[in-house]
C-alpha cells in the first residue's frame, strides 16, 4: 500500500481461522519500506467494575471481547426473501406472499421459528379454522414454527404466507427468523437473521352491528349490521359468517342473488338477521370449545362467483385481531354470550381493473350485558311469554263464570347459571266501569275493564331450571262478566342459589299488556266457541 503525504485511507484485512476455539485480536504488524518492523497494539476501552464490595475497594476492569471471535465448525447460513409482497393493500384484503428461505452456508439447517413484529397482518395457516401447517409456539401468536426437519446446503424453501390488512395507516414489519444447525454445537446453537418490509393499509366500508331483544319469539334477539362505504371503490357483499359459541344468526331482510349486495362510495345499506340458539349447526371444534359457524350467502354461488374458498385462513385472522383488541375482562355469562362476524367482500379497482377480496370483522357483539354474578340479572336471565285465546265468546246467562286456561311458557337464557323462581298471581286493581244499570244487558257500545282473577293454582316454584332450559307453567283466569281484561297481575321472584335467605328473593312485576276480550255469546253474531290464540313475548 502506498501513502502519499498526509492521505489516510481504509484497509479491509481478512482472516481466515485454522482450528475452533478462541481467535483474540491484539494488534497490527506492518513493514514500512520493506525495512522497518512495527506493531500496533489495539487498546480496546474497558468498563470500570463497582458491583461489589472487593470492586469497590479496588480496581478492577471487565474484559472486552469486542475483537475475540470464537470459532466453530461449519454453520448453515439463511437467506431470506419474501416475494408478491403488496407495497399497499386494502383494509380487510388478504393477499398471499411467499416467504423464499435458501440455505447459502456449508452445513444443513433446521427447526425454523419467525417472530412477527405485529401478528394480526399476518397468518401461516393452511385452512379457515386453524389447521396449522406453521404451528405457533407457546401460545404466542407473534411466534410461528416452520417444521423444516433438514435444509441442505445451497436448497431453498417456500413457505407462504398471509397478509391481511387489518387497520389503516403505513407499517414496517420486522421478522426475526431463528434457525439452528442439524449437527448441534455446543458454542453456537443457534443463529438469527433479520428482514424488513413496509406496505400501505388504505380504507375501505365501515360496519357495525347492533343486537336488540326481540319480541317476537322467547331467547331470540334481533341483529342489525350497517355497512357504510366511505371510499371510491364499488364494494360487493358474498358472504356474512357468525362465529359464537351459543348462537347462530338466520336472515331476515336479505335473499341471495347472482349480483350480490353491491355498495357504491357515500352509500349505506343494513342486513337485518335473527340470533337464536344454535341447534343442529355447523360445529367447529376449537379446543375445549366449540365454536358453531353458521354462513349466510349474500350471493349465489356460481362458476364466476367461488365464495368458499378452503385456503383463506378467515378464522384465524379473526381470533387474531381479538387476541389484539384490549377489552374489558369479561365474566363467564359474557363470553358464551358474545358473537362476532365475518363479511365477505370483493371489489374492483378502476385504476389496475384487479379483483380484490378480503374480509371485514365484527368482533364482540354483546347482546346480554349483565354479568353472571346477579344471579338475579333484570330482563336477561329470565323470559317469558303467555298463551291464551284472544277472544271467548261465552254465555253467562246458562254459566255464571268463564273459566280460561292460561299458560306461562319460562325460558332461562342463562348460559351457565341455573335459575330458581317463584311465579305468583296477583289480585287485579282495576276498577269496574259498567254504563248500564244493576242486572241490565251490558251495553257493548262503550269499552270498559273488568275484573278477574286467578284460579287452581296460583303459585308456582321451579327449582334450578337449566341454562337454556325451558318449562310451561299452567294456570287458569275467572271472569264473571263481558268485557276487556288485562292479564298482567303477576310477578316472579327469583332466588339467589348461593344465598339461601329468603331476603335475598327479586321480584319482577310486568310492565306489558296482555289484552283478552270476552263477549256474550249470544250477541256475537260470527264466532266460534274459543278464538284464535296470541302468544305475547315479554320480558
Same mark, same amino acid.
Given at each position: 500500500?502506498?501513502?502519499?503525504?498526509?492521505?489516510?485511507?481504509?484497509?479491509? @484485512?481478512?482472516?481466515?481461522?485454522?482450528?475452533?476455539?478462541?481467535?483474540?485480536?491484539?494488534?497490527?504488524?506492518?513493514?514500512?519500506?520493506?525495512?522497518?518492523?512495527?506493531?500496533?497494539?489495539?487498546?480496546?476501552?474497558?468498563?470500570?467494575?463497582?458491583?461489589?464490595?472487593?470492586?469497590?475497594?479496588?480496581?478492577?476492569?471487565?474484559?472486552?471481547?469486542?475483537?475475540?471471535?470464537?470459532?466453530?465448525?461449519?454453520?448453515?447460513?439463511?437467506?431470506?426473501?419474501?416475494?408478491?409482497?403488496?407495497?399497499?393493500?386494502?383494509?380487510?384484503? @388478504?393477499?398471499?406472499?411467499?416467504?423464499?428461505?435458501?440455505?447459502?452456508?456449508?452445513?444443513?439447517?433446521?427447526?425454523?421459528?419467525?417472530?412477527?413484529?405485529?401478528?394480526?397482518?399476518?397468518?401461516?395457516?393452511?385452512?379457515?379454522?386453524?389447521?396449522?401447517?406453521?404451528?405457533?409456539?407457546?401460545?404466542?401468536?407473534?411466534?410461528?414454527?416452520?417444521?423444516?426437519?433438514?435444509?441442505?446446503?445451497?436448497?431453498?424453501?417456500?413457505?407462504?404466507?398471509?397478509?391481511?390488512?387489518?387497520?389503516?395507516?403505513?407499517?414496517?414489519?420486522?421478522?426475526?427468523?431463528?434457525?439452528?444447525?442439524?449437527?448441534?454445537?455446543?458454542?453456537?446453537?443457534?443463529?438469527?437473521?433479520?428482514?424488513?418490509?413496509?406496505?400501505?393499509?388504505?380504507?375501505?366500508?365501515?360496519?357495525?352491528?347492533?343486537?336488540?331483544?326481540?319480541?317476537? +319469539?322467547?331467547?331470540?334477539?334481533?341483529?342489525?349490521?350497517?355497512?357504510?362505504?366511505?371510499?371510491?371503490?364499488?364494494?360487493?357483499?358474498?358472504?356474512?359468517?357468525?362465529?359464537?359459541?351459543?348462537?347462530?344468526?338466520?336472515?331476515?331482510?336479505?335473499?341471495?342473488?347472482?349480483?350480490?349486495?353491491?355498495?357504491?362510495?357515500?352509500?349505506?345499506?343494513?342486513?337485518?338477521?335473527?340470533?337464536?340458539?344454535?341447534?343442529?349447526?355447523?360445529? @367447529?371444534?376449537?379446543?375445549?370449545?366449540?365454536?358453531?359457524?353458521?354462513?349466510?350467502?349474500?350471493?349465489?354461488?356460481?362458476?364466476?362467483?367461488?365464495?368458499?374458498?378452503?385456503?383463506?385462513?378467515?378464522?384465524?385472522?379473526?381470533?387474531?385481531?381479538?387476541?389484539?383488541?384490549?377489552?374489558?375482562?369479561?365474566?363467564?355469562?359474557?363470553?358464551? +354470550?358474545?358473537?362476532?362476524?365475518?363479511?365477505?367482500?370483493?371489489?374492483?379497482?378502476?385504476?389496475?381493473?384487479?379483483?380484490?377480496?378480503?374480509?371485514?370483522?365484527?368482533?364482540?357483539?354483546?347482546?346480554?350485558?349483565?354479568?353472571?354474578?346477579?344471579?338475579?340479572?333484570?330482563?336477561?336471565?329470565?323470559?317469558?311469554?303467555?298463551?291464551?285465546?284472544?277472544?271467548?265468546?261465552?254465555?253467562? +246467562?246458562?254459566?255464571?263464570?268463564?273459566?280460561?286456561?292460561?299458560?306461562?311458557?319460562?325460558?332461562?337464557?342463562?348460559?351457565?347459571?341455573?335459575?330458581?323462581?317463584?311465579?305468583?298471581?296477583?289480585?287485579?286493581?282495576?276498577?269496574?266501569?259498567?254504563?248500564?244499570?244493576?242486572?241490565?244487558?251490558?251495553?257493548?257500545?262503550?269499552?270498559?275493564?273488568?275484573?278477574?282473577?286467578?284460579?287452581?293454582?296460583?303459585?308456582?316454584?321451579?327449582?334450578?331450571?337449566?341454562?337454556?332450559?325451558?318449562?310451561?307453567?299452567?294456570?287458569?283466569?275467572?271472569?264473571?262478566?263481558?268485557?276487556?281484561?288485562?292479564?298482567?297481575?303477576?310477578?316472579?321472584?327469583?332466588?339467589?342459589?348461593?344465598?339461601?335467605?329468603?331476603?335475598?328473593?327479586?321480584?319482577?312485576? +310486568?310492565?306489558?299488556?296482555?289484552? @283478552?276480550?270476552?263477549?256474550?255469546?249470544?250477541?256475537?253474531?260470527?264466532?266460534?266457541?274459543?278464538?284464535?290464540?296470541?302468544?305475547?313475548?315479554?320480558?
Amino acid at each position: 500500500m502506498l501513502l502519499a503525504p498526509n492521505e489516510a485511507r481504509r484497509m479491509r @484485512i481478512g482472516i481466515t481461522p485454522k482450528k475452533e476455539g478462541l481467535l483474540s485480536i491484539d494488534g497490527l504488524g506492518f513493514c514500512l519500506c520493506n525495512q522497518v518492523w512495527g506493531f500496533k497494539e489495539f487498546k480496546l476501552p474497558r468498563r470500570r467494575l463497582n458491583d461489589t464490595p472487593t470492586h469497590r475497594k479496588g480496581v478492577f476492569y471487565e474484559p472486552n471481547m469486542d475483537l475475540t471471535i470464537r470459532v466453530t465448525r461449519s454453520m448453515p447460513l439463511l437467506d431470506i426473501e419474501i416475494q408478491k409482497f403488496p407495497t399497499h393493500v386494502i383494509q380487510g384484503q @388478504i393477499e398471499k406472499v411467499i416467504i423464499v428461505l435458501r440455505n447459502t452456508g456449508s452445513s444443513a439447517l433446521r427447526n425454523v421459528k419467525v417472530k412477527m413484529s405485529d401478528p394480526s397482518f399476518f397468518s401461516f395457516a393452511s385452512t379457515p379454522i386453524g389447521d396449522y401447517a406453521v404451528q405457533e409456539t407457546n401460545k404466542d401468536p407473534s411466534i410461528a414454527h416452520i417444521p423444516i426437519t433438514s435444509l441442505p446446503p445451497n436448497n431453498l424453501i417456500e413457505v407462504p404466507m398471509w397478509l391481511r390488512g387489518n387497520k389503516l395507516g403505513v407499517f414496517s414489519f420486522h421478522f426475526l427468523f431463528y434457525y439452528e444447525s442439524e449437527i448441534p454445537d455446543a458454542e453456537m446453537k443457534y443463529r438469527l437473521q433479520r428482514i424488513t418490509k413496509q406496505t400501505r393499509v388504505l380504507p375501505s366500508f365501515v360496519a357495525s352491528a347492533t343486537a336488540n331483544l326481540s319480541y317476537s +319469539s322467547i331467547n331470540a334477539y334481533l341483529l342489525n349490521l350497517e355497512v357504510t362505504n366511505n371510499c371510491e371503490n364499488t364494494f360487493r357483499l358474498m358472504q356474512l359468517t357468525s362465529v359464537s359459541p351459543n348462537w347462530a344468526i338466520e336472515p331476515l331482510s336479505q335473499r341471495s342473488n347472482t349480483d350480490g349486495t353491491a355498495i357504491s362510495r357515500d352509500e349505506t345499506t343494513s342486513l337485518f338477521f335473527r340470533i337464536v340458539p344454535a341447534e343442529n349447526k355447523q360445529i @367447529i371444534k376449537e379446543q375445549k370449545t366449540q365454536m358453531y359457524h353458521t354462513h349466510n350467502y349474500l350471493i349465489s354461488e356460481t362458476d364466476n362467483n367461488n365464495i368458499v374458498n378452503p385456503l383463506l385462513p378467515e378464522y384465524d385472522f379473526l381470533l387474531r385481531e381479538k387476541s389484539g383488541m384490549e377489552s374489558p375482562k369479561k365474566d363467564t355469562q359474557q363470553e358464551v +354470550s358474545m358473537l362476532d362476524l365475518m363479511l365477505k367482500w370483493e371489489t374492483v379497482v378502476p385504476s389496475d381493473q384487479v379483483v380484490y377480496r378480503g374480509v371485514h370483522n365484527v368482533c364482540n357483539i354483546s347482546f346480554m350485558t349483565q354479568t353472571v354474578d346477579k344471579v338475579v340479572s333484570d330482563n336477561v336471565a329470565l323470559r317469558f311469554s303467555i298463551e291464551s285465546p284472544r277472544k271467548i265468546a261465552h254465555d253467562f +246467562s246458562k254459566q255464571s263464570l268463564c273459566v280460561i286456561p292460561v299458560t306461562f311458557h319460562v325460558n332461562n337464557v342463562s348460559a351457565t347459571t341455573p335459575l330458581s323462581f317463584y311465579l305468583e298471581t296477583l289480585q287485579p286493581h282495576e276498577q269496574v266501569s259498567i254504563t248500564s244499570v244493576e242486572n241490565a244487558t251490558p251495553n257493548f257500545g262503550t269499552q270498559k275493564r273488568s275484573q278477574y282473577f286467578w284460579a287452581e293454582t296460583t303459585q308456582h316454584y321451579v327449582s334450578d331450571l337449566r341454562p337454556f332450559g325451558k318449562t310451561s307453567l299452567q294456570t287458569c283466569v275467572v271472569f264473571s262478566r263481558p268485557g276487556v281484561y288485562n292479564l298482567n297481575r303477576y310477578k316472579f321472584s327469583l332466588k339467589d342459589e348461593r344465598n339461601k335467605a329468603v331476603t335475598n328473593k327479586r321480584e319482577i312485576y +310486568s310492565p306489558f299488556q296482555h289484552i @283478552i276480550m270476552v263477549e256474550e255469546k249470544n250477541e256475537v253474531l260470527v264466532m266460534g266457541e274459543g278464538g284464535d290464540k296470541i302468544t305475547t313475548a315479554q320480558l
